[in-house]
């Protein structure tokens, strides 16, 4: 597994695509907090917070991860480089958590420098620290099982096509629809009581709960068992072609 995981680390980063991704995710996120005029911009805004980075990184997220994730078997079955590793003396299980545990390391480096904003507005804050950070570090680990759940879909997306694109826009539209979707059902208040409990099936309304600063171990077991069931159905599929 671990030979599996420094490969696709050392293939990401060996070429200007992997730093690119990261760079956007920064850029987009930077010029909203800092730059662009808006509800989220820090500096206007006047409040010592970084909601901001919180309502907007999950939306990046839905192209983001994807990008990230759409090589992982993709490529392999196009480069013909699949039937080689389907030869080693490893499980396919193996196979999946390196290629997924390396996609999550990605999404990690990817959030790690952003603590940068939180480092700012702390000392920004009159007094100086008047910040929510319970609310701040919640909202970060909401953030990382949100980005490991959309890892788990990418990875499971790649394994059923030897095409990238395929692969990038099926990954984009279930997650899309796990995050944004359950809410808009339960905002149309058409199933009348089980609206309630549509929503407790969309990602979004756990981000949102983690992010109130407060650790429930159903959110957690809600994101893990999403990243179980995609992870199983990966392993299926690539157990099919092996």
């Known amino acids: 597994m671990f030979a599996i995981l420094k490969k696709e680390l050392s293939s990401f980063f060996a070429s200007l695509t992997g730093y690119i991704v990261i760079l956007v995710f920064l850029i987009i996120t930077g010029l909203i907090l800092w730059v662009i005029p808006g509800p989220y911009n820090i500096v206007n805004y006047g409040y010592a917070n970084i909601d901001g980075l919180f309502d907007i ?46 996609d999550c390391i990605i999404v990690l480096l990817s959030l790690l420098p952003t603590i940068i904003f ?24 909401g ?50 009581d089980a609206s309630l409990f549509i929503k407790s099936l969309g990602m979004q309304a756990h981000f ?4 109130r600063g407060v650790i429930d171990t159903r959110d957690i077991i809600y994101y893990l068992s999403v990243i179980f069931i995609f992870l199983m159905f990966t392993k299926f599929s690539i157990e099919r072609r092996r």
């Open 118 to 141: 939180y480092i700012t507005v702390y000392k920004l804050g009159a007094p100086i620290g008047n910040i929510d950070s319970g609310a701040v570090w919640g909202s970060y680990a």
């Open 57 to 102: 990184a999950p939306y990046v997220f839905l192209f983001l991860i994807p990008a990230i994730t759409m090589r992982s078997f993709a490529e392999e079955k196009r480069s013909g480089t699949f039937e080689l590793i389907s030869t080693k003396p490893i499980s396919s299980l193996q196979i999946v958590l390196g290629k997924y545990f390396a």
């Open 143 to 192: 953030l990382l099982l949100l980005g490991m759940s959309f890892a788990a879909i990418g990875v499971f997306c790649s394994s059923l096509t030897d095409n990238q694109i395929v692969s990038f826009v099926i990954a984009a539209l279930i997650c899309a629809f796990l995050y944004i979707g359950f809410e808009a059902i339960y905002s149309m208040r058409i199933f009348g």
């Open 208 to 211: 949102m709960s983690i992010s």
